[in-house]
């Protein structure tokens, strides 16, 4: 009788291999699925800073004109980031450039070369609030 419980305990130690493989395989099929799913999810949480900082200067813009008459042509100018909001920066992922006259203006945000958006291309806005491209700018 004492050598019947002596080998179930001695058969119940440890893990074997095969469990360890069943569980390695496991983790590795929820990190394929999850670690996809986050970096899209982190790519369109920084397509929405572009948005946000395109969607600023298109408003202190239209400030501007509404205050001055005309749009600012030079978008460092301290009177638009100061007075109108400004274009804010996003860290490293978008630049944001503008090109203007004083009755249009296109504001475009760019992935920074070698960032981590390169593949999402440019969003821009105009002052008419054309957002291209649209299938961006609705996600």
Known sequence: MKSVAHRSLKSERG????????????VAIL??????????????ARRVDAKTALEQLRA??????????????????????????????????????????????TGTATPTAGGRQVADGALTINQDGLKLPADKWRK
């Open 31 to 44: 990190a394929g699925i999850s670690i996809p799913m986050y970096t899209g999810y982190m790519q369109r």
């Open 15 to 26: 893990i074997t291999l095969i469990e360890l493989l069943i569980v390695a395989v496991i």
């Open 60 to 105: 202190s813009q239209e400030m501007r004109r509404a205050e001055r008459g005309s749009y600012s042509v030079d978008l460092d100018l301290s009177e638009l980031q100061t007075t109108w909001g400004g274009p804010p920066t996003i860290s490293g992922d978008y630049t944001i450039t503008m090109v203007a006259t004083s009755t249009t203006f």
